[in-house]
């Protein structure tokens, strides 16, 4: 899942964006509203974690005129400011949640994952599909109960792919949720992350397969189904 973190606290983004990418976010970080606009306009957002003060403006105000716009992507407001007055007015302006500061990432993380269970309706809190569980909040992954070590990297594609399990999922799609802008990412670093995972899977059993569509994506599928058809 990719995320926008909106902040120009240099040490406070250090540690936000440390902590996110060990758990297996794309992240890109601006410093600005303008440039937060200009993200915005180039990529799509899983969430925004924005601070209140910036040094182009208010978040509040940036963050009524994106919802009047009609941009419903989960956001968290952040603030050292923490009166009743100021929260109140966050949640009225469309914010999903609101974290004073000083932040625990931990803290931060739980509470993103919340709100993304609940934008995407997610009920269950294992993922399963044939013989693969995946637990989306400890981003582990398990093939007939058994755990499997598999890096972070293939962790993201994994779950991009399960959520779209039996539809081609579109390269540039992928992509676009794995890697944010500053990555250094070869050219073929998704053919990478798929054969890894795909060994992985191989390796332990599982009974479904990565398909290439070729010029396309890729596709998650069970094998007894791929089979049958």
């Known amino acids: 899942m990719r995320i926008l973190l909106i902040d120009h606290h240099s040490d406070f983004v250090r540690a936000v964006k440390e902590a996110l990418l060990n758990c297996g976010f794309a992240v890109d970080v601006t410093r600005t509203l303008d ?53 109140i007015a966050i949640f009225n302006a469309g914010a999903d949640d609101f974290l004073p500061k000083p932040v625990s990432t931990d803290e931060l993380i739980a509470r993103m994952r919340a709100i993304l ?27 007939g109960g058994r755990v499997l070590r598999i890096a972070r990297r293939e962790v993201c594609i994994l779950e991009h792919l399960l959520n779209r399990a039996g539809r081609t999922v579109p390269r540039a799609s992928l992509e676009d949720s794995l890697y944010a802008f500053d990555d250094e990412v070869s050219t073929n670093a998704l053919e990478v992350g798929i054969y890894r995972l795909r060994t992985h899977l191989n390796q332990s059993g599982a009974t479904l397969r990565i398909k290439t569509a070729r010029g396309v994506g890729y596709t998650l599928e069970l094998i007894g189904a791929a089979s049958a058809a």
């Open 35 to 87: 440039e937060a606009a200009a993200a915005l306009d180039c990529a799509n957002y899983h969430i925004l974690l924005l601070e209140l003060v910036l040094p182009d403006g208010d978040g509040l105000d940036w963050l009524k005129q994106l919802r009047r716009e009609g941009r419903s992507m989960p956001a968290m407001m952040m603030s050292s400011l923490n009166d009743i007055g100021r929260r």
């Open 117 to 143: 269970r609940r934008s995407t309706q997610m009920t269950a809190p294992v993922v399963t599909f044939g013989n693969l569980h995946f637990d989306p909040i400890g981003r582990q992954v398990a093939v």
